[in-house]
């Protein structure tokens, strides 16, 4: 990743943190007692102007804002925007858990005259929760338009709109006496700092960012780029498409979008990518949009970047690559190129095929085919335990595997794997020697004779025990696996039918990818 200077966020978080240490022990010590002589009239139930300010009050009350700030934290996670995601619900976090915890320990009535009636009006005061909740917000939502690549008059827009609503708060808390007025400055301060703290913690920016000299003179002489993407996996075409454009713009980069088809899966698109001369590929799908691109760019010294959008991402855990959209199209943009090894797979009598992570027959292809495309948008990953419990159930094949000029190996198997990386989902290390680019490919054979052995297979592989005798490994350069009976097969994650005959070589250093700095 490139080096950067400090930005808003953690200088944000020390100027509101230090002000609001400050801001409290002058309260406590009491040297605040003539501005919190500064009240509004007593307020009356019967009077319109405060009828108005309770509705306000109730509509804008900590625990509505924040049920808004968990929908756009469920917007931000559906759109792969993950560290949005985890900084909003930490300023959710932070805000509400610390401003009732500070409220505890410093323990401040309320002003007199409160309508004590109204919702929110009741407990301590210092500092002000609708204060907290609504700083929180303003921040959050400048926050999302920042990381979504919104036009700077929509950011703006919504600045000047935060901005309105906190002095608006401020004025309604003041008039139902709900607070004094070091209450609601204190409540800004403290908003500010958990805010800023989450979402500096989450690496996300407040404020747009400015383009580097290095990016300055690129732009000068722009370098083109394509963007092979699969529609279905975008869930916000328009928000994916700007925020592309504006990071390669902003980098010097021309980009060229170019969409997957049911009958085309990639192959079209990153051939079409190459015959425009382009200086780098993007891959925005699932596994199996990512393997027939690196299929296509094999040995062409063209590099792929990476812009996780399947559920499973395999290669890109692999590698480094964060999950993330925003970080993600930053290690493209400017990260380091790479050679990674791809394994070259014959099907039987096919033509070759390149796979960039694992090919296995059996179980693994079972769970493939067997998993609901509907049910993985829901529930991710989970989709694949649902799809297991069926598959486990299915009988094992008769398999002679022969690794390079090694003896064959005859086995009853449920599951044989041939990778090139070895981390599944949740850091499960299933080729614990994988190495992409070692110039070698792996191979696990399971041959469970009943559930009792799934299990122990199953445990050897999640928990650091000794392995179970079932499970056979090796390495080399080519493998050859051959079934006595037609076998469910997949590649790269993707179902592809059955197969009796499965040829694995590695093709050692072929493949150019930007992966993150060291």
């Avoid at 004094?180 to 989450?202: C, E, I, P, Q, R």
């Avoid at 780098?280 to 690196?294: F, Y």
Wanted: hydrophobic letters at 50%; charged letters at 20%; glycine letters at 10%.
């Amino acid at each position: 990743m490139r080096s950067r200077r400090p930005g808003l966020g953690p200088l944000a978080t020390i100027a509101f943190g230090l002000g609001f240490a400050i801001w409290t022990a002058l309260m406590t010590s009491g040297a605040l007692a003539g501005l919190d002589l500064v009240q509004a009239p007593a307020p009356h139930w019967q009077q319109p102007i405060i009828q108005i300010a309770v509705a306000v009050a109730i509509f804008f009350h900590p625990a509505v804002v924040n049920c808004v700030l968990a929908g756009i934290a469920i917007w931000a996670f559906r759109r792969r925007l993950r560290n949005l995601t985890v900084g909003i619900v930490l300023a959710i976090a932070l805000g509400w858990g610390g401003h009732e915890l500070a409220k505890t320990l410093i323990g401040r009535l309320r002003p007199p005259e409160t309508l004590t009636e109204v919702i929110g009006n009741n407990g301590f005061a210092y500092p002000s929760g609708h204060m907290v909740g609504i700083v929180t917000a303003a921040l959050v939502v400048i926050a999302t338009t920042t990381t979504t690549k919104q036009p700077r008059a929509v950011i703006e827009f919504w600045r000047w709109l935060g901005l309105a609503l906190i002095l608006l708060i401020a004025a309604d808390r003041w008039v139902l006496h709900a607070h004094w007025v070091s209450d609601l400055v204190g409540g800004v301060l403290f908003g500010g700092f958990t805010a800023s703290l989450a979402l500096s913690l989450a690496r996300v920016h407040m404020q747009p960012e400015r383009p580097t000299r290095a990016a300055a003179l690129a732009a000068k002489t722009p370098k083109h780029c394509a963007i092979v993407v699969n529609p279905t996996k975008i869930p916000d075409w328009a928000a994916f498409r700007r925020h592309v454009e504006t990071g390669c713009r902003d980098n010097g980069w021309t980009p060229l979008f170019l969409e997957t088809t049911p009958d085309d899966p990639g192959r079209g698109m990153a051939r079409a990518a190459l015959k425009a001369e382009v200086d780098l590929v993007m891959a925005a799908g699932g596994d199996g949009t990512v393997r027939v691109v690196c299929s296509e760019l094999a040995g062409t010294g063209v590099p792929l970047g990476l812009l996780p959008a399947g559920t499973g991402n395999l290669l890109a855990r692999n590698l480094g690559i964060p999950l993330d959209e925003a970080e993600a199209l930053e290690v493209i943009l400017n990260g380091r190129r790479d050679l990674i090894d791809l394994v070259e797979v014959v099907i039987d009598d096919d033509d070759p095929e390149h796979i960039a992570v694992m090919a296995g027959m059996g179980l693994d292809a079972r769970i493939m085919g067997g998993t609901d495309e509907g049910l993985k948008k829901i529930i991710g990953p989970a989709a694949y335990v649902v799809a297991a419990g069926d598959a486990a159930s299915l009988p094992s094949f008769d398999v002679t595997i022969a690794m390079d000029d090694g003896e064959p190996l005859e086995r009853h198997a449920g599951l044989v794997i041939v990778g090139n990386v070895g981390q599944l989902q949740g850091n499960v290390q299933l080729l614990p020697d994988a190495q992409f680019d070692d110039g070698l490919l792996d191979l696990f054979v399971a041959s469970p004779g009943n559930v009792a052995d799934w299990l122990r297979i199953t445990t050897s592989v999640l928990l650091p025990v000794p392995e179970a005798s079932e499970i056979d490994r090796a390495q080399g350069r080519s493998v050859l696996i051959e079934a006595s009976e037609p076998v469910e097969y997949q590649l790269d994650g993707d179902a592809a039918g059955e197969c009796r005959r499965m040829r694995a070589t590695v093709v050692p250093q072929t493949l150019a990818v930007m992966v993150p700095r060291r």
